[in-house]
């Protein structure tokens, strides 16, 4: 799919983004999503290849609409213990706007391999941002021993996961600001010399 979307894939997009955060991601088939969209299923196959590409063009479709790029920036120009920080801060603050979609695709991708590819690749951007943080702290110094940075960013993907998110928000009723605040806390404890 191109960058921008075209009208017919915005409507597409549109619909199944509504449905699997109204839906929890149970029962979303494609015809649900060409009704909601006005179109056809067989418009929905004319642009996008599968319904896995469908999945993925959908979470990516929420990343535009939420502007993720911009709220990530103060990452991306963060290195050492600040970036650990602002990783946190933009995981934490970005979690609540996508968690509708993010536990739909948790409950779908035990059944459905299109949910559980847009998952997988979803978690592999998290990681890989994971990955960059550690990289980052080991890189100006601030790496405590004895971390690899494999066995750290496995540690700090784990601690920042969706079902964490959704344990001490949901269930533990933590607003997000006490976990940016405590899980900045924990990482700096765990990771920082």
Known sequence: MSTEPSETQTKILSAALDLLVRNAGKDVRMSDIAGAAGVSRQAIYLNFESRSDLMIATVQYGDRINNAASQVQPWRDAEGTAKLDAWIKFW?????????????????????????AAWDNRMTDVRNSCRKTIESLSHTGHLADPWTIKQATDVLWALLSVANYEQLTVT????????????????RRLFVA
């Open 92 to 116: 934490g603050n970005y979690l609540p706007q996508i968690f509708g979609v993010a536990k739909a695709l948790m409950i779908a991708k035990e059944t459905d391999e299109a949910a559980a």
């Open 172 to 187: 533990a009723k933590w607003s997000t600001r006490q976990y940016v605040k405590h899980m900045q806390t924990s990482a």
